[in-house]
Each structure stands twice: as structure tokens, then as C-alpha cells.
């Protein structure tokens, strides 16, 4: 990169404020709504990491149930296809 197309400091100095004042009023909304809801940030932190767990399980049986589905198939098609070798069904009936 040329020193023509680096960017000013002074400009990245000003995004970087402006990322920081809107992740600031993000987390002031944030611990606001928990207040209105009487929930403290540790029970938020709780709530977010048994949230978090929920979704790590949801997703491996999701993932576990997608394994089972996609092997069964494909021991099916093995099947057909080991049948049609020797020479039982028609070669065109695999599906």
C-alpha cells in the first residue's frame, strides 16, 4: 500500500471513536432494559451462558440426528448397489 492510499490517522482515530460511542450506548440500552426487567448484569451473564448451553445441545442432537439420517441413506444406496453388482436387481433401479 502506497502512502498515497493510506489511510489519515486523524480519519481511523474518528471511526474508532464513533465504534466505541455506539457500543457504549448499545451496552447502556442493554443494562437498561435488564434494570426495567429487574435482572442484574451477573444474572444476565448467567442467563447468557445457560442460554449458550441450550444452544450447543440443540445443536449437536441437531447435528447427531443430520449423521444418522444421511448414513442411513447411504447404506441404502450401498445396499442397491452391492445388489446390482451381483446381479439381482437392474442396474437402473438405483435411486
Do not use: Y
Not at 493510506?6 to 471511526?15: C, E, F, I, L, R
Not at 426495567?36 to 440426528?65: C, H, N, R
Amino acid at each position: 500500500m502506497s502512502i498515497e492510499h493510506a489511510p489519515d490517522a486523524a480519519t481511523v482515530a474518528m471511526k474508532a471513536a464513533v465504534v466505541a460511542e455506539r457500543g457504549g450506548i448499545t451496552v447502556a440500552a442493554v443494562s437498561g432494559a435488564g434494570q426495567i426487567l429487574g435482572m442484574t448484569p451477573d444474572q444476565w451473564a448467567v442467563v447468557g451462558v445457560i442460554a449458550g448451553i441450550v444452544i450447543g445441545f440443540v445443536g449437536m442432537a441437531a447435528k447427531v440426528l443430520m449423521d444418522w439420517h444421511f448414513r442411513s441413506q447411504h447404506l441404502k444406496l450401498a445396499e442397491k448397489r452391492a445388489r446390482a453388482l451381483v446381479g439381482e436387481t437392474e442396474p437402473g433401479g438405483l435411486e
